[in-house]
């Protein structure tokens, strides 16, 4: 596979042109301990996937706690940033996040 400069493969977005994304999953885990504390049992229960993006503004960037897709994952907005320099573009960086197969309901404008 060819390298492709300015081109996140798998990462759109409606609102600007993306610059970077990231998905990361990690785990809730529950412990058992012992009478001294130590740990004898670990178990997995929750699983949290959460996609960011870094984007140069296009148009306007959705609100937090919309339902927004980023990197292939549909969740709630976390966090939404936008960020304007004298030097630069404007520019956003956005969060989702969606835990296991929850139900979400998004927040309203």
Do not use: H, W
Not at 61 to 75: D, F, H, N, R
Request: glycine share 10%.
């Amino acid at each position: 596979m060819a390298i492709s400069f300015g081109v996140v493969a798998g990462a759109t977005c409606g609102y600007g042109t993306v610059n970077s994304a990231e998905k990361a999953q990690t785990a809730a885990i529950a412990e058992a301990r012992d009478a001294l504390g130590l740990v004898t049992n670990q178990q997995a229960y929750s699983r949290t996937t959460t996609a960011k993006l870094t984007a140069i503004m296009t148009d306007t960037a959705p609100l937090a706690g919309a339902s927004l897709t980023i990197y292939g994952v549909t969740g709630l907005a976390s966090s939404v940033r936008q960020i304007e320099t004298n030097t630069g573009y404007r520019t956003i960086e956005a969060e989702t996040t969606v835990s296991d197969s929850a139900t979400q309901v998004a927040l309203g404008a």
